[in-house]
């Protein structure tokens, strides 16, 4: 493969748009209602083939499916334990494959969303004040329970690779950094070579062609972006990658958790905003942690762009020139492994409390709608 459409090592991935996705993605939706009942709805999606080259995998996907085709995987058991006033199942296939899952139920009692964490290690409670009209969701997550031991040594082994791999990165960005600090007409040069893959084909053409200082520090910041993103490919012979190792570790919730409530929130801690006016949860993993220091310590940063556009397929080409355009920022002392890790491992830990109140009318009696608007014109 020639120089110029090399980028990034890790496009080989690209041929499939989940390269950067786990292989299997847990959400769960808590809608509150407002007579204050919830309609919980889990989304298992699984983006890998059972791949024949990685058998260990191949087994962990078939048994996922068959559980979720069966309705014998955990979350039919919660939802179960919830005890709903209704309940509805769906699936998506793709070329005969299944590929989407999800479960809806109505839970009517504070009781029955208690319960649908109760395999979890979150402790969860529900509170309705009638008379003051005001609902309150309290969770408290307690230590992560869901990886063995083995998966916790190969965690402490990850974290210390990983972080140096992290050190190693942000050094060879602030060289590139530093170079166009002095030659900032060759900015769209550098970042166009480094982007390659996910760069328009036209657009590559009419780059210009980076000098052999610029080369080497390409190529020295593209092999570390690989070793960061590392993190998110599973290896061969493995059924998780280190990244959802690091979810087993260290996340207590069953799955990334969002929700929505029927007005404003009164008061609210632990919680993040997320995108409509929802609440989320964030998630406990080794890449939201280096998602939430963006800017720490390089801006813009060039692996979590990179990542975030490779996941929106592989037929979606970068916006260069925003990239090119930001302001760019790099710490004066590039921080060691060690540091590095220590701001992982903290952006790891759960907040103490999520809790989140907002005003109920109990006697609303609005249509239910499995789906928010749904029937509307």
Known sequence: MS???????????????????????????????????????????????EDAKNPALARRLAERRRELLEGSDAWASRFAAARPGAERFGW????????????????????GLEALFGDTAVAAAYRIDAERGVAELTLTPGPAARATRSQREEMKRTLGTWSTALAAY???????????????????????????????????????????????LIERLNEAMRHVTDVLVVPERAEYSPDEVSHLVYDPFPARLTVKLPGPALEMEGFQPGQG??????????????????????????????????????????????????????????????????????????????????QVRPDDETPFRWEEGEGQP
């Open 277 to 358: 006016g929802a609440l989320q949860v964030a998630g406990l993993g080794l890449w939201e942690a280096l998602r939430s220091l963006e800017g720490r310590w390089l801006s813009p940063d060039p692996v979590l762009f990179y990542v975030a556009s490779a996941r929106q397929g592989k037929d979606v080409k970068i916006d260069l020139d925003s990239f090119v355009q930001k302001p760019r920022r790099r710490v004066p002392e590039v921080p060691a492994a060690d540091e590095v890790r220590a701001a992982i491992e903290q952006r790891l830990k759960p907040a103490p409390l999520y809790r989140v109140s907002w």
């Open 170 to 216: 942000l050094q060879a960005g602030s060289d590139l950094y530093a170079h166009l600090e002095r030659r900032s007409d060759r900015a769209r040069t550098c970042f166009g070579r480094l982007f390659a893959e996910v760069l328009d084909e036209q657009e590559l053409k009419r780059l210009g062609e980076p000098t052999d200082e610029e080369k080497a």
């Open 3 to 49: 120089w110029r459409r090399r980028g990034l090592a890790v496009v080989l991935c690209l041929t499939f748009t989940s390269c950067f996705e786990p292989p299997v993605r847990e959400d769960l939706l808590l809608r509150f209602l407002p007579n204050g009942a919830v309609v919980a709805t889990s989304r298992v999606e699984i983006f890998a083939d």
């Open 92 to 111: 998506e296939k793709r070329l005969g494959t299944l590929a989407v899952a999800t479960r809806s139920a109505v839970i009517a009692e504070p009781e």
